[in-house]
């Protein structure tokens, strides 16, 4: 049977009910920090825990969610969630040259 062009390819995060603009999940590269400003408000802790989850296991244990000043509801969601996660040994504010309250260092447990 042949495919419509308008339907989604199996396995497609449509098949799967997830709602993402991209056809295909996005691969991120792992590096010591992440700008959360190109995500959506609800996608923002899935995309959290799975940034911390892929730092651990490549080794970097010290890294930076960029998350804004704006009204600082970002930052709480983000905070609020890494004081709840397992993989979170401290966070803070960056340092002012690494943009201050609008983004936040976490260190991860390293086991």
Known sequence: MSRSKKEPPENSP???GLDSPFGEPVVLPIEDSIDLHAFSPREIPSVVEEYLEQCRR???YEVRLIHGRGKGIQRRV?????E???LVLSFKDAPVESGGWGATVVVLRNH
């Open 14 to 16: 449509a098949d799967q």
């Open 58 to 60: 490549a080794g970097i």
């Open 78 to 82: 983000i905070r609020s969630l890494l």
């Open 84 to 86: 709840k996660s397992p």
